[in-house]
């Protein structure tokens, strides 16, 4: 679990490959992200709150650009 500094949404990494944004105000996630077909391992965002970087059990790193998702 990890927070984006620019705009507090808290993401959660699942043992599924989920990786759901959180924002304090709703009661649901705000986005749900299939990154990995194993457990998500560790997140980390930028600083610009821009990319997020996601690493699974799969043994496999991927960057999401979160600019994109709505």
Sequence with gaps: MTQNQ????I???H???CVCLWS????DPVVKILTH???VSSL???YAGNCLVSTGLDGKMRMWDLRNFK
């Design 37 to 39: 077909a194993t457990t």
């Design 44 to 46: 980390s965002v930028d």
């Design 24 to 27: 304090p105000n709703l009661p």
């Design 11 to 13: 993401l959660s990494g």
């Design 15 to 17: 043992t599924n490959g």
């Design 6 to 9: 620019q705009n507090a949404i």
